[in-house]
Structure formats: C-alpha cells, structure tokens
C-alpha cells in the first residue's frame, strides 16, 4: 500500500500497466468530441453529392451572408471586448485602490455576473431599454412622444452592451487577481515622489495588469466571438453573426453543408483565439514568475 | 567634491561625488503638534507633539502597534491625523496630498517599481515632477553615484539583491531632492549581515549630507543607537521618552524606556535618600545602593535601580561602589561575551562580561560590583512625554 501514498515517478506513469488508463477519457473525447468534429468537417467537404471538394467552402466564403456574418461576429466581438477592458480595468482600480464600504462585496456581487445565462442580461436590457422597456416609457411620458425615442438595443449596439453587461467580469476577474499582488507601498512611494493619481495608473498599475488585461481580453474575445444566446434573444434587424447563421443554416433552412462550412469557420477562429490566450497565458505567466 | 569609501565585506559602497548641497539643497524640520490618529474609537496616535530639527536624524522606536509607523505615513499623507498639524519646514503639510509633500521615503521592502530598470526607477519621480530630460540625465548617475550602484543602472530590480535594491531605494528618494526622508524600517528585510553594512552606510550618507532631515522608524534599538541623534520611544500610541541617544540610554526617564533600549536591570527600591549633588542612596532589601537621581526624585520616594548588564563587574570597583551578592542561576557562553544570571534577593540580575575562562557555576555565591555613576534612578510609573 505504500507506494500509494508516494507521488508517481515518470517511470511509474510509463508503467505498461498504467497505459491503458488513457483509453477510457481518448474513447470519451472520441465519442463526445473528436467524432462530431469530424462529421461536422466531413458534411463541409463532402457535401450532399458527397464528393470530396472545396466548392462548398469556395461558395460559402464568397457570398454576402457569411461575409456579413464574419464582418458582424469580429466587430461585435472586437467592441464588446474592448468595453469589457475599459469598464473592467476602471472598476477594477475603483474597488481595489480606492477603499470605501462594500468595495468587497460589489467585487462579489460583479463576480456572480460570471454563474447567470448570458441571455438573462439580454432579456432584463428588453425591460429596461426596449420599445416598451421602463426608460421608453418614462420618456414618452415626459416628452408626450408617440414612439419610443431609444430604438439601440434592436441594434448591433445593444448587442455590443449586453456582451459588455455579462462579460465585463470576465476581465475584472483577473485584473483584481493581479492589482491583489502589486505591493500597496509602491503606490505610497509613487505619490510620495510627486506622482498623482492619473500618473500612478498609468505607470505602476497599467504596467503590472498589462498580462491581466491581456488575458482577460483574449477570453473575453474568445466567448462573444461565440455568442449565441444573446444575439438570437435580442434579435437585432441586419445583425447575424456567425453562430447564429449556423443556427439559421441548419434548423430553419436545413442547409447543413452551409452550416457546417460556416461551423468550420467558426472552430478555426475559435481555436485560433484560444491558442493566442494560452499563448497570453503562458507568456504572462513566465513574465510574472520572472518578476518574483 | 568630497569622495569616500568605507570598508565593506559585500556590495557595492556608497560614494559622495557630489557636494551635499546639491542633493539636500535646503534643510527642513518636522513638527508634530499635537497629531492624534484614530480608527473610529481606536486611538493609533495620541497627541503627539515632536520636533525633528533641520538635518537631524530622529529614530522613533517602539513594540508592534505602538503608533511609530502611523507618526511616519501622517508625515508622509497616508495618514489623515484626526487632530494636530504636521509642519514639514515652514509648511502646514497637514491637508496635502502625498505628492505635494516634497518628501523621500524608503519602505521595508524597498517597493521598487518592478517593471522599470533601475535608473528609471530612480527618475520616476523627477519625471512625475515635470523635470526636463537634461536635469533628468544629470541626476540619475549622481543618486546612482551616492550610493554605489552606478554599474547596475541597467538592471531590472529582480536582478539586484536586497542590499543593492535598497540602495536604489534611498537613490530614488534622494533623487527628488526631498525636504525629509523618511525611513520606515529600511533594513528590516536584510539579513544580519547586510544589515549592518547598510546602517554604517546610512550613517555615512547622513555624514556626507548633514543637511538630510531624517525620520527612522524601527524597532531595532541597535539601528536607533547607531544612527539617531535622538531617539523617541513610542507605546500604546504615545510618545513615552524623547531624547538625546546616549542621554536617552544612560538616564532613561522610565522603565519602559529602559528596558526597550537596550538591556536593562530594573531593582525594586524604597526610601530615595538624596546625597552628594545628583545622587541618592535607595533600599535595595536590605542592601543601600548609591546611584545617580537624574530624575530629581523626591526623598523618600519609592523608584527602581536601573543598571546596565554591562556596567556590573566581577572584580572590585573604586571605594563607595555598590556591592551585591547572588546564586547563579544560568552561564551562557555568547561567542564574544559571558552572560551570567544572578538571583539577587528574590530579583533576576543580568551580568555581561568579556569571556570567562573559569565561569562561575550554576548554584554557588557570586559578587557583583557597579559604579554609583553607572545606576540611574527612574521613577516607578511611566511618564508620558
């Protein structure tokens, strides 16, 4: 029984016995993972006249839909990410670096944000912003108009703040991890040279939350770059994105080789964006055991 | 333009290249006029009142949450003092921002800016301050220069060692030219050795800049003897001794003082009979013992014999010396010195001398001797300056 108790060595890992407890998870991903994938892939190349060719792709990739599809997902994903840095990285100083009452506890209530449905936002926005939302109504009250005089949030700009709404803690996160490790007296002795606020930020607090920022700007682009439920809840005129063309392709039009060429798409940009936040990560990560 | 070196076993030296007048253009005082600090009904500070004159270095010492490093981020702005006015020359710094205080401070933890080199660490604040880029170029190798690490401007704070990074510290607040320093237990982080380079260092620098204002915060007696001109000890929030170092040792004005500054015995006495001028004889038990009445004490008042373990000899003084006779309880060989407890009629005594080559053992009779101009009187109960 003792050597239970012992970390495995690299030997024990490479043990013939212990090989086999790879099959279980590689058949799990393979079933679950792997093989969907490949059909998904396979129905792009393939097609209906299952004929191996890149035709769906070259059709797909050059027509209007999917163009605007592409140009909507990366400017949605592109604003909302950037909303969520600046919103994050001024909440983020505000509750770190200026003490007041409850800084704590808005740091947890923002941190919930990140358990609730990503359309949950979406729906509360309709009751605040929408045609016949709380702020509509007061207006045309006040202003005795007949039609409601904010007509965003059917807009790409509703969309763009609800994502900012919901993934804003996603940058918060960890920005607050890191502003927890900058030492609170290099601060005290920045002022103490002369350096005011604005200056501080700038240059002691901007700096050590560059890896912070980064990363959690790389997931923040990661996850609206996928966004569905938003997008299909708040049902925005003109404003389709890829995953909700893929949806549109496959449920209501039954294309599924359209669907699945522009499903392909939207993996390769995913994957692309992960491999450049683990990139982030482990740069980040290196840079901060350096600084130790 | 003065150059010096001291001997150091590790590091690079602080140097002075530069006339002090360029560094420290024009010497300011702090005052403390009745700062209070407190935390809702927690009081951090007690109306403390204190004045560091112009170039001087003032050590405040005292136990863990006895207000000394409160007293010097009130200074510094960190601190909103609940009452009193904090005067940094001739400037009611009280209300001001930390930035508009003109002051240099160097933390424990030296607080280096991480991601700059060293020489932009130590243009921060000039460049936080508006200076032109010619002013700039001049004052980095000269700060760097003080204190011996023109060599490292290139570094990256992780690449220094504690000593080094401590020096770029003290360069960064020089480099402003502050009106004071202020120093918040500088060496605490270093080990032994480094640190006692460093505060033979510091004490070189403030030889080579008479004209820095200094305030020390520490707990180490050692760090405050050595560099203070005078030393205030601080408990519960309040200034409890002020003073000139060696006055300060010689003649504490309470137990407290004399027991936090360095080794003290503290004897029970009764019935202070005055005798030649500055003197007084006390009952020890059954013992009369002669010491110095520093405190001017009242005849016939209760005090306590304050003797330093130093100051007390096997062998024999002069004539009208103090006598005392205890069982050892306890020899401990120290390296470079003996340390002998003594049981003296129901009170510990502390005895240290050169090494013994025949020590005495624990248990038998030993007598101790002391000059009357070695023991001070001090009175029972703290007195709060």
New interface residues.
């Given amino acids: 029984m003792a050597d239970i108790a012992v970390a495995p060595s690299a030997r024990a890992a490479h043990s013939p016995q212990r090989r086999y407890w790879i099959a279980p998870p590689l058949l799990v991903l393979v079933v679950l993972f792997f093989y969907p994938l490949a059909l998904i892939l396979r129905e792009a190349l393939v097609g209906e006249d299952h004929v191996l060719s890149l035709a769906h792709f070259a059709s797909v990739l050059r027509s209007n839909q999917f163009l605007s599809g592409l140009y909507h997902t990366i400017t949605i994903a592109l604003s909302a990410s950037t909303g969520c840095l600046v919103l994050g990285f001024i909440f983020s100083v505000i509750i770190a670096f200026i003490p007041f009452p409850g800084a704590k506890l808005i740091a947890r209530v923002i941190d919930t944000f990140i358990a609730l449905p990503t359309f949950l936002v979406a729906l509360a926005f309709t009751f605040i912003y929408g045609s016949a939302g709380l702020l509509n109504q007061s207006l045309m009250h006040l202003m005795h108009l007949e039609l409601p005089p904010l007509n965003f949030l059917y807009s790409q700009w509703g969309v763009i703040l609800s994502e900012i709404t919901v993934y804003t803690p996603f940058v918060m996160r960890p920005l607050l991890a890191s502003f927890s490790l900058i030492d609170p007296s290099q601060i005290e002795v920045a002022s103490s040279l002369g350096a005011r606020p604005w200056r501080i930020v700038r240059r002691i607090i901007l700096p050590a939350a560059l890896p912070a920022l980064i990363a959690g700007g790389s997931l923040c682009l990661l996850l609206t770059v996928n966004e569905f439920g938003i997008v299909l809840f708040i049902g925005a005129k003109d404003v389709i994105t890829l995953p909700l063309l893929v949806y549109d392709k496959a449920i209501q039009e039954f294309d599924y080789t359209t669907a699945c060429v522009i499903a392909v798409v939207n993996i390769a940009l995913s994957l692309g964006l992960y491999a450049f936040y683990r990139m982030v990560i482990a740069y980040c990560g290196g840079r901060r055991a350096g600084m130790g | 333009m003065a150059t010096n070196s001291t001997t150091m076993s590790q590091g690079p030296q602080m140097r002075v290249s530069a006339p002090a007048s360029r560094i420290v253009p024009g010497a300011s005082g702090i005052g403390f006029e009745n700062v209070s600090v407190a935390y809702g009904d927690q009081v951090i500070l007690d109306a403390l009142t204190l004045t560091v004159k112009p170039g001087e270095i003032v050590a405040l010492i005292g136990p863990s949450g006895s207000g000394k490093t409160t007293a010097l981020r009130a200074v510094?702005?960190?601190v909103q003092p609940t009452a009193g006015r904090i005067i940094i020359g001739d400037r009611d710094v009280t209300r001001l921002?930390?930035?508009?205080?003109?002051?240099?401070?160097v933390?424990?933890?030296y607080?280096?800016?991480?991601?700059m080199r060293v020489e932009d660490n130590v243009a921060?604040?000039l460049r936080?301050?508006g200076a032109s880029a010619e002013v700039i170029r001049e004052r980095i190798p000269e700060c760097l220069r003080l204190v011996g690490m023109t060599a490292y401007g290139k570094r990256y704070p992780?690449e220094l060692s504690g000593g080094q990074q401590q020096r770029v510290?003290i360069a960064?607040?020089l480099a402003?030219r502050p009106q004071v320093l202020?120093l918040d237990e500088p060496l605490s982080a270093l080990d032994a050795q480094i640190r006692r380079s460093m505060l033979d260092e510091l004490a070189k620098l403030h030889r080579d800049l008479p004209s820095l204002t200094v305030l020390y915060v520490t707990h180490d007696q050692t760090e405050a003897l050595t560099l203070a001109d005078h030393i205030g000890i601080m408990r519960d929030g309040k200034l409890v001794a002020f003073g000139n170092a060696q006055s300060l040792y010689r003649h504490p004005p309470n137990r407290f003082a004399a027991e936090f500054l360095g080794r003290a015995n503290i004897l029970p006495a009764r019935s202070l009979q005055s005798a030649e001028p500055g003197f007084a004889c006390v009952r020890f038990g059954d013992t009369v013992l002669r010491g110095r009445n520093h405190h001017a004490l009242p005849d016939g008042s209760d005090s306590l014999v304050c003797i330093r373990p130093h100051d007390l000899r096997l062998q024999p003084g002069g004539a009208g010396g103090n006598t005392l006779t205890g069982i050892v309880r306890a020899v401990q060989w120290q390296g470079d010195l003996h340390s002998v407890a003594l049981e003296v009629q129901e009170q510990t005594l502390r005895l240290t001398c050169n090494p013994l080559s025949d020590p005495p053992a624990p248990g038998t009779e030993l007598v101790v001797h002391f000059d009357p101009a070695d023991v001070t009187l001090v009175p029972e109960h703290v007195a709060h300056g």
């Fill in positions: 510094a702005g960190f921002p930390p930035y508009k205080r003109n002051i240099g401070m933390v424990q933890n607080a280096l800016f991480p991601h921060f604040g936080a301050r992780r510290a960064r607040a402003i202020l």
